[in-house]
């Protein structure tokens, strides 16, 4: 018997208006959005996705947004940064109907890792895959929830790279412009996208 999803179905829904139909805007998604000021620190505004995560539709057409862009395009894996690239990639995957590979701080993984270290403003961090998560040649999606300096993302590329990962693209939620992270995945040539932008950083 063929699976029947439960949505759409009627849902509380926060913040979008009350004669919702089902069509998620641009702007439902932005506002579905928390922006915690100073968070971590002074001067930073966080964009805190688990509002829009814990939407049933604003979570379902994100995916749908970030899938849409890869349909018909040969993906092996999706590779989701943790921790929030975890859940979008996840969901993606699934979407696209391949595999999905963690890329995780460093000491999480049980197996054998490669890792790949990056600076952060204070010192550096590491990120690791397993050895054998990615073969030659693999079409590999990197997905996270937001790109602020790109060094996450960059980092991610070239650890992917190591396992002669072919990295086919970079997907994310949130692009912070002013901080032109994309600019260093432009430098690697991956090509990405991001479904919104947002000032500041
Ligand atoms: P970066 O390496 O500078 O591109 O930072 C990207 C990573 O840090 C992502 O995994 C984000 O989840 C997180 N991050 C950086 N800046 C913010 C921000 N303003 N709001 C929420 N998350 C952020």
Not at 49 to 57: C, E
Not at 129 to 158: F, N, S, W, Y
């Amino acid at each position: 018997m063929a699976f029947q999803p439960f949505y759409p179905q009627p849902a509380i829904i926060a913040n979008l208006p009350a004669d919702f139909d089902g069509e998620v805007t641009l702007a439902d998604l932005k506002s579905l959005i928390r922006t915690i000021p100073d968070y971590p620190k002074p001067g930073i505004l966080f964009r805190d996705v688990t509002t829009l995560f814990a939407d049933a539709q604003g979570f379902k057409a994100v995916i749908e947004q970030m899938a849409a862009h890869y349909r018909g395009v040969p993906v092996d894996a999706v590779a989701g940064i943790e921790a929030r690239g975890f859940i979008l990639g996840g969901a993606i995957a699934d979407k696209l109907g391949c595999g999905f590979i963690p890329v995780r701080k460093k000491g999480k993984l049980p197996w054998k890792t490669i890792s790949q270290e990056y600076t952060l403003e204070y010192g550096v961090d590491v990120i690791e895959i397993h050895e054998d998560a990615v073969a030659q040649g693999e079409r590999i999606l990197i997905v996270d929830d937001l790109i602020a300096t790109g060094g996450t993302a960059e980092a991610t590329v070239k650890l992917l790279r190591q396992s002669g990962a072919d990295i086919i693209g970079a997907s994310f939620i949130i692009d912070l412009p002013e901080l032109a992270g994309g600019k260093r995945l432009d430098d690697h040539h991956v090509p990405w996208q991001a479904v919104m932008a947002f000032e500041g950083h």
